[in-house]
């Protein structure tokens, strides 16, 4: 999977300076075995190299820093040396290019033939890819941890297409299964849908606005036959069981993020984890979360943010009156798919259980 994304991803972000606040977080572990340096190798992800360095690479961010000198600290390339240093006690991790780091070569162009002469063009030269550099976070680490359910408005589901039988009598169907659907279906014809069910209903729970309509993917489904407003499919991939009436939408023209980049939202944010998805309460490790913040308050892909465990309210038996205690920081959340007012993350790390309600904030 490794050597497969390289060619995919040809520069990748790094965060510029310390991506959290001293005072909000302690320096990471490092590992007590890790070497003085490292020689970055082809196939390498900073999962990886953060790995050598750290007791938990999902804490990678917090120890990059960049050589001033160096005109675009943004690519790590195979043949760069990363080595450990400290820096008022606070580890770093800096780069020394390598031979690699070039991104591109720089080619002659050669005379161009016309006709019975050769003419030959200006000086000018033709760039070409030279090396990639390596991924952050690659998919395959945590894509079996990721929700592919959307967002939708209030009517989507009902307006669109519907499954109405199967070509087998049956309730319920599964991989391979034959179906039938009809409905309104979209003008460009596509060829592939995905099978919806109706999820949740989020209410921003500071404001009770409705942020948005959950469609839970259950499967995917490919046309096989047209007959005025009668499609015939057939079940490719099937998460849940498929049943009479649920919803087809074609599948989404969205990019595809094959390695993630961990970044600081570049505004001040504070939203709530609204619910975690699964149907539980309690908040762990590699939980997939919905929160009350999205495009709109420029969320983005990748974003990390710091989990503050609600302080609970307690009773001043002195004073008489009950009083609210701080938050305290117990983990950290990426977000992985943004929509209008709200956004999907992921879970990295939690010192303690969560619950929903908890806040999340810049780290």
Known sequence: ???????????????????????????????????????????????DIASIFLADAWLWPEIWDVNPEIKNPHLIFPGDVIFLQYVDGQPQLKVTRGQQSRTVKLTPVQPKAAGDRNIRLSPTVRRSPLNSSIPAIPLDAISSLLTTGRIVEQYTLRDAPH??????????????????????WPADKPAVFGVFRRGEIYLDPETREVLGFEAREVGTATVEKREDDIYTLMLSTVKEDVRIGDSLLPTEQRRVESVFFPSSPK?????????????????????????NRGNVNGVKVGNVFAIHKKGQVV??????ERVQLPSERAGLLMVFRSFEKMAYGLVLETEEPLRIGDIVQNP
């Open 163 to 184: 499954v109405l039988a199967g070509t087998a009598d049956r309730l319920i169907f599964g991989p391979g299964d034959g179906i039938y659907a009809r409905g309104n």
């Open 267 to 291: 505004q001040k944010t504070e939203g709530v984890i609204m619910t975690v998805l699964g149907g539980v309460t309690q908040v762990g490790r590699n939980d997939v979360v919905a929160i």
């Open 315 to 320: 009773r001043d038996r002195v004073a008489g």
């Open 1 to 47: 999977m490794k050597k497969f994304l390289l060619p995919c991803v040809l520069s990748m972000v790094l965060m510029v300076g310390h991506f959290y606040s001293s005072a909000l977080l302690a320096a990471p572990a490092i590992k007590a075995d890790h070497p003085t340096q490292y020689i970055v190798k082809d196939g390498d992800t900073l999962w």
